[in-house]
């Protein structure tokens, strides 16, 4: 049976609702509850510990500078006579894409009212004397390395400059003068006039300690926009990715771009580890491949142009090649390492103590030479005139050659460069003398040394090796020869011994290399 419920009054009503938010808990448990207003909180996470690199940054940065390489603009003039100013690298103006050619004879007319002469917030000045003015060609970076003002970086950075600007990270413009700069490396020492000012600098790192998985910092000038720091890891160590003999990079993750040049890579500590100098870029921006000079070549290299403007190097004179497994079988080697000897020039520190082409150099001073290129940073990193202690293998045993090292000469040639020897043209097949299981077909030379080759299968392993129709073999585990007869002799020789593989010296228009062969089709 339901309850009759009078209406409410008006004022019975508007009483009510003021208390409506207490109707629930009245209902519920006849006595009305204390009732506070409820607000939504900011979301806030205690996030875990995580290193910081601004400690690092903060000391760092005043030592990093950008740098600004100039260049002489000359006077161009077009078919009409109109001069402007611009050297395209050597190409004069009618060299230019016809695109191209409106935009610089309106710059070059632009040019000519009234811009002559200017540079730079400083108030610098370009020459008035028609040869030319100054413009930036080039931007890279850099960092001080003493408190008088030197700089390193690249030489790729300044290689194309005539002048030089450091820009440093509170925007302070300075002149820098090029003390000296080293190719084989890519470094270059810069130096600034601070008149009597204190610049922060940085140190060298041991970068022996440096490990794959350490944090590091890059700090440059990407694309031109100033001061830009990047972190990431060291990826690998020993890169070598072909621009030179003394190849030995770090691989870092951190995002290095174009601009980065020359700019340093540091630890924690703030000591610098490594150079930026290339990057691994199908697309042209950072993929997390880029490469460091390590701060142990570069402090030598460096305070060698500080001293002298130049680097003077160790000199042997032999010409080497990496140790192969098939090459290490072919001369009774129990592994494979060491710097084969092609050839030692005539006149050279390593012709004097005896050197001879088919010596495997295992160890130099007692440390074990890991491979050729490791053997050419060693030699060139020692001063010239130092007596070492050479370790050869030389057919089937070890010796010891004492060699007094020259200096390099400063456009030395690569060692495998022609004699002058033309190679003859091939003659008909001497099938009497046709060394099938080698898949070599030969003759005799035309000058009466080795033998021609004059035919190979395009299916043996010789062929795979690189062996070519027309190039010579001179000699076969490091025995001269003459004829087939010889060949085959040696061979003969190599089974009795166990041998696998033979190890035959090639001689071609680009010089000389050894190649080991199977003997008998043995793989």
């Known amino acids: ?95 230019l894409p016809d695109a191209l050619k409106p935009f610089f004879r309106q710059f070059g007319e632009q040019g000519q009212q009234g811009q002559q002469g200017r540079r730079g917030p400083q108030g610098h000045h370009g020459p008035q004397d028609g040869k030319g003015r100054l413009r930036p060609v080039a931007q890279g970076s850099g960092f001080f390395i003493s408190e008088d003002g030197y700089i390193v970086t690249n030489n790729h950075v300044v290689s194309d400059g005539a002048a030089f600007v450091a820009v440093m990270n509170d925007g302070t413009e300075l002149d820098a003068k090029l003390i000296g700069k080293d190719p084989r490396t890519d470094l270059a020492v810069l130096k600034v006039d601070g008149k ?65 040049s020359g700019g340093p890579t540091f630890n924690l500590s703030g000591e610098v580890v490594g150079i930026n100098t290339a990057i691994f870029s199908p697309s042209g921006g950072n993929v997390g491949i880029a490469f460091a000079i390590p701060a142990s070549t570069a402090k030598d290299v460096v305070a060698d142009l500080m001293k002298d403007g130049q680097v003077s190097r160790g000199y042997l004179g032999v010409q080497i090649q990496p140790v192969t497994k098939d090459i290490a079988d072919s001369l ?67 010796q010891s050659l004492t060699v007094e090292l020259g200096t390099l000469p400063a456009e030395q040639k690569d060692a495998s460069a022609d004699d002058g020897d033309q190679a003859p043209e091939s003659q008909a097949p001497a099938s009497e003398k046709a060394l099938a299981d080698l898949g070599l077909t030969v003759g005799p030379s035309e000058d009466g040394k080795g033998l021609q080759i004059t035919g190979i299968d395009p299916d043996s392993d010789a062929a795979d090796k690189g062996i070519k129709e027309g190039e010579k073999i001179t000699s076969v585990n490091n025995q ?44």
């Open 332 to 398: 009774g080697l129990s592994e494979a390492s060491g710097a084969l000897v092609v050839s030692a020039q005539a006149g050279t520190p390593g012709e004097k103590a005896g050197m001879k082409a088919g010596d495997v150099v295992t160890a130099v001073n007692g440390e074990t030479v890991k491979d050729a290129r490791d053997l050419s940073r060693r030699i060139g990193a020692m001063t010239p005139g130092k007596k070492v202690e050479l370790s050869v293998w030389r057919a089937g045993k070890a």
């Open 1 to 95: 049976m339901f309850k009759n419920i009078k209406a409410p009054s008006l004022n019975t009503a508007l009483k009510a609702s003021t208390v409506a938010g207490l109707a629930a808990a009245v209902f519920a448990t006849g006595i009305p509850l204390e009732i506070t207003r409820s607000y939504a909180e900011a979301v806030k996470v205690q996030a875990p510990s995580v290193p910081s690199f601004a400690n690092v940054v903060d000391a760092v940065s005043p030592a990093v500078v950008s740098v600004r390489v100039e260049n002489r603009v000359n006077p161009v003039a077009d078919d009409e006579g109109n001069g402007f100013a611009f050297d395209f690298n050597g190409r004069g103006f009618d060299d």
């Open 480 to 523: 001269e020869v003459s004829n087939a007869d010889d060949v085959v002799k040696v061979l003969n020789q190599a089974k009795k011994d166990g041998r696998t593989r033979a190890l035959f010296q090639i001689q071609s228009k680009e010089g000389s290399r050894f190649v080991a062969l199977p003997i008998n089709g043995q793989g």
């Open 196 to 260: 009597g000012r204190k610049f922060t600098y940085v140190n060298w790192a041991d970068d022996n300690g440096v490990r794959v998985g350490d944090w590091v910092v890059a700090v440059g000038n990407p694309f031109g926009l100033g001061g830009t720091v990047t972190a990431g890891i060291v990826s690998a160590r020993g890169r070598d990715i072909g621009s030179g003999p003394y190849d030995d990079y770090l691989q870092v993750d951190a995002a290095v771009n174009r601009g980065n």
